[in-house]
T-cell receptor, first 111, second 115 residues
Framework: SQQGEEDPQALSIQEGENATMNCSYK?????LQWYRQNSGRGLVHLIL?????REKHSGRLRVTLDTSKKSSSLLITASRAADTASYFC???????????FGTGTRLQVFP | DAGVIQSPRHEVTEMGQEVTLRCKPI?????LFWYRQTMMRGLELLIY????????DSGMPEDRFSAKMPNASFSTLKIQPSEPRDSAVYFC?????????????FGPGTRLTVL
């Protein structure tokens, strides 16, 4: 079964608006990562947040992590049409080198 | 750096044929991962190698699938015989693991269609 589940499955917004995607996971983790996938392309790493961190920023991206709720959120501020993509969270399965990817959120940003 | 290189980018074959997908990881990375992505099942980890040794192949769907990593700069994923349900996009990713799971760098993928 999936370790991570994203919510919502799909999100449509206008350029300039903020987009928030959520990820819930099941077991304890060392870190959580967010990846973006443009249509027809491979996944691209966006940001990694470690289990002892609560919030992290990278440009227009803000990631939060709540280990007590086993959840994370990705906020994209001032969205652009180029942000249109699928976004996946990924967690490491305990004591392994594997990443378990969630089901993804499809974000559509309209100009 | 050229990033992770995969070939071919597209493969169309007939049921029963052998398919070989190739991957060149980023130089210096010590781990390599093969994934399969479909609409129905999402992104699934098939197998991963660390220092050219297969560590976990529990995601390999069945004996028709095999993967090798003869050296640090090359890996293959083979399907023999192929079936229509193997149609998917297959991604290779590499990373440098120095502790807990770290960032993975994905190739562009191979889109496989089995008729």
């Amino acid at each position: 079964s999936q370790q991570g589940e994203e919510d919502p499955q799909a999100l449509s917004i206008q350029e300039g608006e903020n987009a928030t995607m959520n990820c819930s996971y099941k077991t304890s983790i060392n870190n959580l990562q967010w990846y973006r996938q443009n249509s027809g392309r491979g996944l691209v790493h966006l940001i990694l947040i470690r289990s002892n961190e609560r919030e992290k920023h990278s440009g227009r991206l803000r990631v939060t992590l709540d280990t007590s709720k086993k959840s994370s959120s990705l906020l994209i501020t001032a969205s652009r049409a180029a942000d249109t993509a699928s976004y996946f969270c990924a967690t490491d399965a305990s004591n392994t080198d594997k990443l378990i990817f969630g089901t993804g959120t499809r974000l559509q940003v309209f100009p | 750096d050229a990033g992770v290189i995969q070939s071919p980018r597209h493969e169309v074959t007939e049921m029963g044929q052998e398919v070989t997908l190739r991957c060149k990881p980023i130089s210096g990375h010590n781990s390599l991962f093969w994934y399969r992505q479909t609409m129905m099942r999402g992104l699934e980890l098939l197998i991963y190698f660390n220092n050219n040794v297969p560590i976990d192949d529990s995601g390999m769907p069945e004996d028709r699938f095999s993967a090798k990593m003869p050296n640090a700069s090359f890996s293959t994923l083979k399907i023999q015989p192929s079936e229509p349900r193997d149609s998917a996009v297959y991604f290779c990713a590499s990373s440098f693991l120095a502790g807990p799971t770290d960032t993975q760098y994905f190739g562009p993928g191979t889109r496989l269609t089995v008729l």
